[in-house]
C-alpha cells in the first residue's frame, strides 16, 4: 500500500503537442501524474505548434520560416549578407547590391531590386542644339534662323518647351540683339533634358535710311549697297556683313560656293577643324578649361578675343602647364576665339 501511495505522488509537467512533432507548445501546459496524457509531450519549445515541420533543432531549410525555433529565418541561406536570400526573393545571392530593397541603377541593364524588370524608371534622354546661329538685322532672307534640335532616348512622344514660349519641336527665330535659347524636352515620366544656344545678331543695315546693306566685297571693301544687290554679290562670293567680321554662322545663300578670294571665311573654318588648343565646356557661362599639349604648354600666353579682333583677356602660360582654367565671367554673352601665340583659334560661345 505504501508503495502504491508513493507512485501516486509523482505528478509531471507536459506541453501541448498539437502537430505531433513531440515539441509541445511552451505556453500551453498541464500536469499529469506520471505520464502525460494523450496531446501532451514533456519536451516544450516548439514555435509553432500546428507545424510538424517547426520545432527546436530541426534542420533550417530555405522556405521563409523559422524551422528550427531559433528566432532567425533561413539562416546560412544568405551567402552575400545583405539581409536576403533566394528564399526572400534576392535573385542574386552572391552580389550584395541586388536584392529586394536595393535602388535601381540607371544604365548598368541589371535587375537592381529584383523585381523582374531592367533599369526602370531611368531616363537616358539628351538633347542637342546648335552651339550658335547668327541672324543678320537689315537683310530679311538672312534675318532669321530655325533652330532645330537633335533627341535621342525618347519614347516616341516627346513634349517641348522653349524658353520663348514656343512649343514645337523647332522654331524660327528673329533677334535683334543676341539671344540665348532653351529647349526642355520631357519624354515620360518624369524625363526631361534641357539644351542651350546662342542666336547672335548682328546690324549690317547702313545708308542714312538704313534701307541699304553692308556686304564685304574681295575680302578687303566694305559696300553699302540696296537690298536688291545684294543676292548678286553673295552669289560671286562677296560676305554679308562690313569686312573683318567674324560671326558664329556666316550666311551662305542656296547654292554658295566659297571663291578663291574669300580667304578670311575659309581661314576661320580651317582654324575651328585645326584645334591645337583644346577646351570644355562649349557653351560656357563662368570659366573655361584650357587643355595644353606638350608643343603649346611651353612659355607663351592665351588670348581671348571677340569677333572684331579685340584682345580682352590675356593669360600667360607657364613652362609644363597642361591645364588652364580661364574665368570668363566678366564677358558679355557673344562669340569668342581663344588663342595661343602662332596657333589656331578656337571659337566659342559665352552665355
Not at 548598368?108 to 546648335?130: H, I, K, R
Request: charged share 20%.
Amino acid at each position: 500500500m505504501g508503495a502504491y501511495e508513493s507512485q501516486q505522488q509523482v505528478v509531471v509537467t507536459c506541453y501541448r503537442d498539437n502537430d505531433g512533432d513531440n515539441y509541445g507548445d511552451p505556453n500551453i501546459s498541464q500536469t499529469f501524474c506520471a505520464v502525460c496524457g494523450p496531446g501532451y509531450v514533456l519536451t516544450s519549445g516548439d514555435c509553432n505548434d500546428e507545424n510538424m515541420n517547426v520545432y527546436p533543432n530541426n534542420p533550417e531549410i530555405c522556405d521563409e520560416q523559422d524551422n528550427d525555433c531559433d528566432e532567425l529565418v533561413d539562416e546560412g541561406f544568405d551567402q552575400d549578407g545583405d539581409g536576403f536570400t533566394i528564399c526572400v526573393g534576392d535573385c542574386d545571392d552572391e552580389n550584395p547590391n541586388i536584392n529586394p530593397d536595393a535602388a535601381e541603377v540607371c544604365g548598368n541593364n541589371v535587375d537592381d531590386n529584383c523585381n523582374g524588370a531592367v533599369d526602370e524608371g531611368c531616363c537616358y534622354l539628351t538633347v542637342e542644339l546648335p552651339a550658335c546661329r547668327t541672324v543678320y538685322v537689315g537683310y530679311t532672307p538672312a534675318a532669321s534662323t530655325t533652330l532645330t534640335h537633335t533627341v535621342t532616348g525618347d519614347n516616341g512622344s516627346p513634349t517641348y518647351a522653349w524658353s520663348n514660349g514656343e512649343t514645337t519641336a523647332s522654331i524660327t527665330v528673329s533677334p535683334s540683339s543676341n539671344t540665348t535659347y532653351i529647349v526642355t524636352v520631357t519624354s515620360g515620366a518624369n524625363c526631361t533634358a534641357t539644351a542651350t544656344t546662342l542666336v547672335e545678331s548682328v546690324d549690317v543695315r547702313c545708308g542714312n535710311n538704313n534701307d541699304k546693306v553692308q556686304v564685304c566685297h574681295g575680302n578687303s571693301n566694305t559696300l553699302c549697297i540696296s537690298q536688291s544687290a545684294v543676292a548678286a554679290h553673295l552669289a560671286h562670293g562677296d560676305a554679308l556683313g562690313a569686312c573683318g567680321l567674324q560671326v558664329c554662322q556666316p550666311y551662305q545663300p542656296a547654292g554658295y560656293q566659297m571663291e578663291g578670294h574669300d580667304d578670311l571665311n575659309m581661314a576661320i573654318a580651317e582654324s575651328l577643324d585645326y584645334r591645337q588648343l583644346k577646351m570644355y565646356p562649349n557653351p560656357a557661362t563662368d570659366k573655361i578649361t584650357v587643355v595644353l599639349t606638350l608643343e603649346n604648354s611651353l612659355s607663351s600666353n592665351l588670348i581671348i578675343e571677340n569677333s572684331l579682333g579685340q584682345v580682352l583677356l590675356s593669360t600667360d602660360i607657364e613652362p609644363g602647364t597642361t591645364r588652364l582654367d580661364i574665368d570668363i565671367s566678366q564677358l558679355r554673352s557673344g562669340i569668342y576665339f581663344l588663342k595661343e601665340k602662332s596657333g589656331a583659334a578656337v571659337r566659342f560661345v559665352k552665355h
